[in-house]
Nanobody, 122 residues
Framework: QVQLVESGGGLVQAGGSLRLSCAASGRTFASYAMGWFRQAPGKERAFVAAISRDGGRTYYADSVKGRFTVSRDNAKNTTYLQMNSLKPEDTAVYYC???????????????WGQGTQVTVSS
């Protein structure tokens, strides 16, 4: 069982930055691939970024490539999403998720955090 807690969301102006954190419980964090997803009002949950167990491979949605960076610190059981050059269309609830072993780019993850709101004003 893995419990995930996101933090770092908030209100920011367009062009600004935020860093989301996702802290995981348990001693097996390094055995989980981690993903970030977002859900805007009236839309389905969408893939944002993902990172392999050892952090060696990262994956991004086209809409955030070059602006967002996913990373992890296995010693701290934490994954991060650095978001730069934010746009109003990035406004959504952001979720981190975990699944054993292999990264996937769909919401096929076993564990989810409660979500953190990101609002980008124009």
């Amino acid at each position: 069982q893995v419990q995930l807690v996101e933090s770092g969301g908030g209100l920011v102006q367009a062009g600004g930055s935020l860093r989301l954190s996702c802290a995981a419980s348990g001693r097996t964090f390094a055995s989980y691939a981690m993903g970030w997803f977002r859900q805007a009002p009236g839309k389905e949950r969408a893939f944002v970024a993902a990172i392999s167990r050892d952090g060696g491979r990262t994956y991004y949605a086209d809409s955030v490539k070059g602006r967002f960076t996913v990373s992890r610190d296995n010693a701290k059981n934490t994954t991060y999403l650095q978001m730069n050059s934010l746009k109003p269309e990035d406004t959504a609830v952001y979720y981190c998720a975990a699944r054993p072993n292999v990264v996937v780019l769909t919401p096929q993850y076993d564990y989810w955090g409660q979500g953190t709101q990101v609002t980008v004003s124009s």
